[in-house]
């Protein structure tokens, strides 16, 4: 039996001067059920998400959001956190002063005659953590952990709210396959209690993997809406372009040139901790005509690498360039 229609959206259109975000966005979201949502850069989802979480308030575009039969009209994120509506962005917002566990209870911490109850709030800030899989102290602030754990740690934080539909945008774009498979997992586990999903992210094999219904846009439009079994990898991508992809990943015969970037040794120590090496002797040419990929795990020092090349850097590194 087909899961009822927990939240809709009709002809939802968002401006800003000069181009159309969003453009006349129609949508039934069923209880239960991973939705999700891909296209392009600028095709428009994120706008879309940030409308029906009230990052844009109701007066600022035009269109219809219903929970149920409800009509809608948030004018706060709060306002939609109160219906269920929860959002993960892709802009981290946290207390970076704060600890693991008073960013867990932000605003809802639990209290005992009137004020804090700070043995009750660790204690259940470490099940959620638990939960998670996360070797953090909850006492630990925010600000000196990794991107990954502050990501999982807003998610935790989302799924341990009241949540009828939660939004993830891009979730997994900081995240190891094993932090990946750990957020799947809690996915699962709101499916089963008929929370409903919607789920944005480029990953094509993780939108098969874990999507019941896949919805693509295309410069601010619904281009398509299909079950996962309908909607093929070549389907998703010819709705991206607005075209038959004849091949996704086409076969190129490319011959590099000469060299135009030689890096050397690029060193950086840990600010915190100086004999410690955030980068250890990187080393690298860049050819005319080649496209050079860094690929590693978060914290790997990929971004270091290329934040040390810019000059971010100042007094902790080593680095020569050609």
Do not use: W
Request: net charge negative; aromatic share 6%.
């Amino acid at each position: 039996m087909e899961n009822k229609v927990i939240l809709s959206f009709e002809h939802l259109t968002k401006e800003f001067p000069g181009v159309i975000a969003v453009d006349g966005a129609s949508l039934d979201i069923r209880a239960g059920e991973v939705h999700s949502i891909v296209g392009g850069n600028g095709a428009g989802k994120s706008t879309l998400m940030k409308m029906l979480s009230g990052v844009y308030p109701a007066n600022t575009f035009e269109g219809v959001i219903k929970l149920g039969n409800e009509t809608c009209s948030f004018n706060s994120i709060l306002e939609a956190q109160d219906k269920g509506i929860v959002m993960i962005p892709q802009d981290l917002n946290m207390a970076n002063e704060l600890t693991v566990a008073e960013n867990l209870f932000l605003g809802k911490y639990p209290q005992k005659y009137g004020i804090i109850d700070h043995y009750k709030m660790y204690e259940e800030a470490l099940k959620i953590i638990d939960e998670f899989e996360l070797d953090i102290n909850p006492k630990t602030k925010v600000g000196e952990i990794g991107i990954a754990q502050k990501q999982l740690i807003v998610i935790a934080r989302a799924m341990h709210n009241y949540v009828k539909i939660l939004l993830l945008d891009e979730p997994t774009a900081t995240l190891s396959d094993k932090e990946s498979k750990i957020l799947f997992e809690k996915i699962k586990q709101l499916k089963e209690k008929n929370i409903a999903c919607i789920y944005i992210s480029h990953r094509l094999e993780e939108i098969k993997m874990i999507s019941d219904v896949i919805t693509v846009m295309r410069d601010g439009k619904i281009v398509g809406t299909a079950t996962n079994a309908d909607m093929d990898e070549k389907k998703i991508v010819s709705l991206m372009l607005g075209r038959e992809a004849e091949e996704v990943y086409p076969e190129h015969n490319r011959t590099p040139g000469e060299v135009v970037l030689s890096v050397k040794n690029v060193t950086i120590h840990n600010p915190k901790a100086p004999t410690q090496k955030i980068v250890d002797h990187v080393a690298f040419d860049l050819r005319k005509g080649e496209i050079l990929s860094m690929y590693g795990l978060v914290g790997a020092g990929r971004s270091e690498t290329a934040l040390a090349m810019l000059g971010a850097y100042t007094g902790a590194v080593e680095c020569e360039m050609e």
